[in-house]
C-alpha cells in the first residue's frame, strides 16, 4: 500500500527507515527515510492551495507501517 505525501510523492511504509522534523524559523519539512538511505523532505503548508498537511501524513504513514497490509 503506498501512501500519498504530497501531490507527486507516494511513498511505501514497508521501506521507512525513519521519519523525523527539520524545523526551522520560517518552514517545517516532514523528512521521511528510506531503506535505501534516500530522504524524501516534505514541506509543511496546510494553508496553501494544494499545500501538505505533514501531520496527517505523519499520522497516514505510522498507521500504514503498524499495520502492513
Not at 35 to 58: K, Q, S, T, V
Amino acid at each position: 500500500m503506498l501512501v500519498k505525501c504530497g501531490p507527486e510523492c507516494h511513498v511505501n511504509p514497508a521501506l521507512i527507515a525513519s521519519i523525523h522534523w527539520d524545523r526551522g524559523h520560517t518552514y517545517t519539512n516532514l523528512v521521511v527515510t528510506l531503506a535505501d538511505a534516500r530522504e524524501i523532505r516534505i514541506p509543511h503548508n496546510p494553508h496553501h492551495l494544494g499545500g501538505n498537511d505533514c501531520y496527517a501524513i505523519e499520522r497516514e504513514l505510522i498507521a500504514a507501517s503498524a499495520n502492513p497490509a
